[in-house]
């Protein structure tokens, strides 16, 4: 993923590769400055050349290592690190709010101040979250916090825990807890192909959704994670299920 440059590091690349989001696909591109057109792109940021070739290395399935390759859901492909016609952007605030609200969760106050919390469209959902922007595929949000626990008895509820599988076995990532967790965990789950914008998986022992169809304002995120992952669903509840997530 690229993550966000610091203002120390910007690059002064003039016509060089820029991360862009392209408004007609509603993705993310890299994109050389010149062929930049007002209106239709937006600059993200500036990117070395160095960086750019060394991104998007096609990996053979069975060599697929969730550490070090992010599977592409466009091409159908493993890359290392990532797919290069359909990059990826870690999207996240350092400090998304100053409110210092004894009423927020600890949870609540990671939430970035381009998304808001209200309840959800599901029936029976609670609250879900909504994006008061235009986010385009290819933005990624996370890692998903929570208590790590060996034992799924112990996960508190359905619909907040993730397993995380690695080579040296899996653990649960339970966030019941909104004080000891993040946002992430008020993004519902769906089913319904039609509905999902966004992707879950597995990087570095750590699990992040990626936006793969581009959210609209005052669209609600929910997320899914992708046949090729083979998964298995636990307890399936109105509200949403027992995210059982086998990357590798
Ligand atoms: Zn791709």
Not at 60 to 89: A, M, T, V
Not at 132 to 140: M, Y
Request: hydrophobic share 30%; charged share 25%; net charge negative.
């Amino acid at each position: 993923m690229v993550e966000p440059e610091d203002n120390a590091e910007k690059q002064h690349n003039s016509n060089g590769w820029r991360l862009v989001i392209d408004f007609e696909e509603g993705a993310l591109k890299f994109m050389k400055q010149k062929y930049i057109i007002n209106g239709t792109h937006q600059e993200i940021q500036s990117l070395s050349d160095k960086f750019v070739k060394s991104i998007g290395k096609p990996i053979e399935d069975e060599y697929f290592d969730s550490e070090k390759h992010i599977y592409c859901g466009f091409c159908n492909k493993y890359y290392e690190p990532f797919c290069r016609e359909h990059p990826l952007f870690h999207y996240y605030e350092k400090n998304p709010t100053n409110e210092e609200s004894t009423t927020l969760t600890a949870a609540e106050k990671t939430l970035p101040r381009v998304l808001s919390i209200r309840p959800s469209k599901l029936p029976g959902a609670g609250n879900g979250v909504f994006s008061k922007i235009f986010i385009p595929s290819g933005v990624v949000f996370g890692p998903y916090e929570g208590v790590k626990l060996f034992n799924a008895e112990k996960c508190a509820k359905e619909g907040y825990t993730w397993e995380v599988v690695d080579k040296f076995g899996s653990y649960f990532l339970d966030s019941s807890d909104p004080n000891q967790s993040n946002w992430l965990r008020y993004i519902n789950c769906t089913r319904r192909e039609s509905e999902q914008n966004l992707f879950a998986f597995q990087n570095g022992g750590c699990i992040y959704y990626r936006v793969y169809r581009p959210i609209r304002i005052g669209g609600e995120l929910l997320v899914w994670y992708g046949d090729k992952f083979g998964f298995d669903v636990i307890g399936q509840k109105e509200k949403a299920l027992q995210n059982v997530f086998h990357a590798s």
